[in-house]
């Protein structure tokens, strides 16, 4: 027993000295090929939870450090590296690019994931570092001339929608928009009440990556919504470790070309020469009409995201933005302001894991109607105003002796713009929430159920001056009319599937199957009226209140990836898809899709540094 309590004694002695060998290592991480410092690499002392990252400078200190220890750098897209330390007080370290980087890059596909080199559908991954840079106000402009065989149209107003086709039209007569799904949230193709587009409520700096499904077999398992292609949209998730990014944009923009029609001075030589009976009708002035219809334009984008552990278990992200942009046209504004939160635990050392995302996005635009036309045919002789008019102080063409508008005359395309207040308000709300479990006593198998919700509430007021010659006054005096529209549209989602991976020899087999439940509600209401004092009882409005029937889809969906020697990839993939909007005897649809491929690089291209 003496012995014992001797050599504890000693141990305990030699605890202090043990403690003060520790050291602290100062380095800095580089790019192999670049010697560029690399931020944001993870430093960890091999079988501890002690590390660190480095900094903008790719620089880091780990301190704690014992003879013997070793240290592994790791940074997505480079290989790992591991250093043993023996005492270095500085120490660089040089990572290389990972040469099969591209081919484990993973895509979303439909209810799931899948490395892009066992992809057998036609599948494009666009991450950050793709996206296309400077101001973008929606998210379809992230992807713009990014992805072959995807086009994307749009009209150049602030925050317009855009026109998107997946290979061409399929259509003559039905909608060739693509389906679109955020988050696993399959959302409506319609733009809501004082809306501009679809996807102009998500802020782009909270995308994490796109995934466009192009052909038969990579959007079956969508089902009828699908036959237009697909574009999955991935929003950032949270962070273990403190971080705060604000980011700040401004632009300005000009007209640059117009199209070259006659000046004022060339327009009356021209009627001097042909009609010199009607040089009396012309004006003195000398108008560009499509200069005067347009201004210079101011874009703000502020976006602040904070990042962190929140109670040291939940990875969280909070994204607050506002975006501002005017339109070429004089009075074309866009302005969004939004907040989004993603929070993705994982509990049970990863056998449960969370996802919760919730955006909220308030949008302020003031439209404007097409005037383009009206400005090339104006007469450029004439003033944009006229003092003595009774249109609100504007040229227009109407007889002064009883004030009516002069027939099949164009109206003045700068008042049609300054005295229409055609303004939209939509507040939307939208999110899932994801759970994800993987069986403590069948490791192979997975339960997933994903709740997703959609509301957008959205309102817009059209008012035309009393004084407007444009506002339709069936060649009286007008009063001026307005009109007023108000929707809400809401679309809520139940998802549930297993997924059984497991791995036979050289076979692996992936095995999907679930069911998904989905309501969309909406209801509008609009009113109009002419602010005509002459009629009986004053203005007159027309009300009207219509509830649309609600709409409900029902899916039953499987698939299966089998691998065999990682070389022959087979994908079969079926879903039967219900609709509320026919028949019961005609409610019913099935959508197979097979897809076969096989690596021939494996086999034939060995050695080959090209293929």
């Known amino acids: 027993m003496k012995t014992i309590y001797t050599k504890l004694l000693f141990l305990l002695l030699l605890l202090p000295f043990s403690a003060l060998a520790q050291s602290t290592l100062d380095g800095v991480v580089l790019d192999a090929k670049s010697k560029q410092p690399l931020p944001g690499v993870n430093v960890i002392i091999q079988g501890t939870a002690n590390g660190t990252s480095t900094d903008f400078d790719g620089k880091f200190k780990l301190s704690k450090l014992n003879k013997g220890d070793k240290i592994v750098f790791s940074f997505i897209g480079y290989s790992n590296a591991t250093v043993e330390f023996n005492n270095q007080k500085n120490l660089t370290v040089s990572l290389e690019e990972e040469s099969n980087q591209l ?3 993973v895509v979303q596909v439909g209810y799931g994931n899948v490395k892009k080199k066992d992809a057998t559908g036609s599948v494009t991954l666009l991450t950050s570092k793709d996206f296309n840079k400077g101001a973008n106000i929606t998210a379809e402009n992230l992807l713009n001339g990014r992805v072959a065989g995807l086009t994307i ?4 107003a602030p925050g317009s929608g855009s026109e998107i086709r997946i290979r ?43 995934s466009v499904l192009k052909d038969a077999s990579a959007t079956a398992i969508y089902g009828s919504r699908a036959s237009n292609g697909v574009i999955i949209i991935t929003t950032k998730k949270g962070g273990k470790k403190l971080s705060v990014d604000y980011n700040f944009q401004y632009g300005s923009g000009k007209l640059i070309k117009t199209l070259d029609v006659f000046s004022g001075d060339e327009f009356r030589q021209i009627i001097a020469n042909k009609l010199p009976g009607r040089v009396s009708e012309l004006g003195t002035a000398n108008t560009d009409w499509q200069k005067e219809i347009y201004r ?41 302001n939004t907040v989004s939160v993603a929070m993705n635990p994982s509990l049970f050392k990863d056998h449960l894991k969370l996802k919760l995302n919730a955006n909220y996005s ?24 006229k003092s003595n008019s009774i249109y609100g102080g504007f040229f227009e063409y109407y007889n002064p002796g009883n004030g009516q508008i002069t027939p099949q005359t164009i109206r003045n395309p700068v008042a049609q713009l300054l005295q229409t207040n055609d303004r939209g308000i939509n507040n939307r709300v939208y999110g899932n929430f994801e759970l994800d479990y993987k069986f403590h006593f069948f490791p192979a198998l997975r339960a997933v159920v994903n709740l997703g919700f959609d509301q ?33 549209r809401r679309n809520k989602l139940l ?15 992936d095995l999907t199957g679930g069911y998904s439940y989905q309501k969309f509600q909406s209801s509008n209401y609009s009113s109009g009226n002419t602010n005509d004092p002459n009629l009986p009882g004053g203005p007159t409005g027309f009300p009207r209140y219509t509830p649309d029937t609600d709409v409900v889809l029902i ?57």
């Open 103 to 105: 081919q484990e890059v």
């Open 153 to 156: 149209n749009t009209s150049g």
């Open 168 to 210: 061409g039209g399929a259509s003559l007569f039905a909608k060739n928009d693509p389906l679109i799904v955020i988050d696993g949230l399959p959302i409506e193709n319609n733009t809501g009440t004082g809306a501009t587009s679809i996807l102009s409520s998500i802020n782009p700096s909270t995308i994490e990556s796109f």
């Open 296 to 336: 210079r334009t101011d874009f703000v984008d502020n976006s602040l995201t904070i990042k962190g552990n929140l109670f040291n278990v939940i990875p969280s992200r909070i994204t607050v933005g506002n975006t501002y942009q005017e339109g070429l046209r004089l009075t074309n504004s866009f302005n969004r």
């Open 362 to 385: 308030n949008e302020h635009n003031r439209f404007t109607d097409g005037v383009e036309g009206a400005a090339i045919r104006f007469d450029p002789t004439q003033p944009v105003y």
């Open 456 to 488: 957008a509430n959205g309102e817009r007021l059209k008012n035309v001056g009393r004084d407007a010659a444009s506002s339709g006054s069936n060649n009286n005096i007008p009063y001026g009319t307005n009109e007023y529209n108000e929707g809400l």
């Open 495 to 509: 998802d549930a599937y297993l997924v059984y991976n497991k791995t036979f020899g050289k076979t692996v087999f």
């Open 555 to 611: 899916g039953f969906f499987g698939r299966t990836n089998i691998n065999y020697n990682d070389k022959y990839l087979l994908t079969l993939s079926y879903r039967r898809d219900g609709s509320s909007r026919f028949s019961k005897d005609n409610r019913w649809g099935n959508f197979p899709a097979v897809a076969f491929a096989w690596k021939v690089k494996s086999d034939f291209f060995k050695e080959s540094k090209t293929i």
